[in-house]
């Protein structure tokens, strides 16, 4: 029998070769999931610009996170749902707007570092938030598309994504 192949082997072979793997040697990929709705504790393991390959794409802050623990969920039913240390979620920030909603999010960074005195950019608080703890709130929510005026959204068509607000006055060093 061949051996299993994770993400982490197959990204570095060429199209070809993946396309040459027997269909039991290609893993699984993993189920996408929701956070549910609740405060945690986390820490951010990724926080970096992304350039998309496609030329009409355009580039985003992409932020990973860790749940390290939960506060407090909205339904506690889903308690089951979040392991600390392996429930992983991440945030896309495009454009302007996303800009915006970055620096909001992750202002108590930046206001941390400027009590030091290092006034930091945009590009900067992006690899400072990286390896930090915080505490905060994550929400979902729903994004319809457009349709002709009087058309009905079929419901399978709302895309549902987490959105994260920090809570946290100060970021915390990891220190595992």
């Known amino acids: ?53 496609e030329a009409d794409a355009q580039p985003f802050v992409q932020v990973g996170i860790t749940i390290q623990g939960v506060q ?3 339904d506690p039913a889903q308690a089951d749902s979040v392991v600390a240390g392996e429930t992983k979620a991440n945030f896309r920030y495009y454009g302007s707007m996303g800009i915006q909603r970055f ?14 005195g290092e006034a930091l950019s945009v590009f900067d608080l992006i690899d400072k938030v990286k390896g930090h703890q915080f505490v905060g709130y994550i929400d979902q929510r729903k994004v319809k598309p457009k349709v002709a005026k009087g058309e009905k959204v079929d419901p399978d068509d709302i895309k549902i994504y987490n959105d994260l607000n920090l809570l946290a006055t100060e970021p915390t060093p990891n220190r595992s």
């Open 72 to 74: 407090e969920l909205k």
């Open 1 to 53: 029998m061949s051996e299993v192949l994770n993400g982490e082997v197959l990204k570095n072979l060429s199209f070809e070769e993946l396309l040459a793997l027997g269909v039991n040697e290609v893993a699984d990929v993993e189920e996408f999931k929701l956070v549910p709705v609740g405060y945690f504790v986390f820490e951010v393991t990724e926080s970096e610009v992304k350039t998309p390959d």
């Open 103 to 116: 620096k909001t999010t992750f202002k108590s960074v930046a206001e941390h570092y400027a009590a030091q």
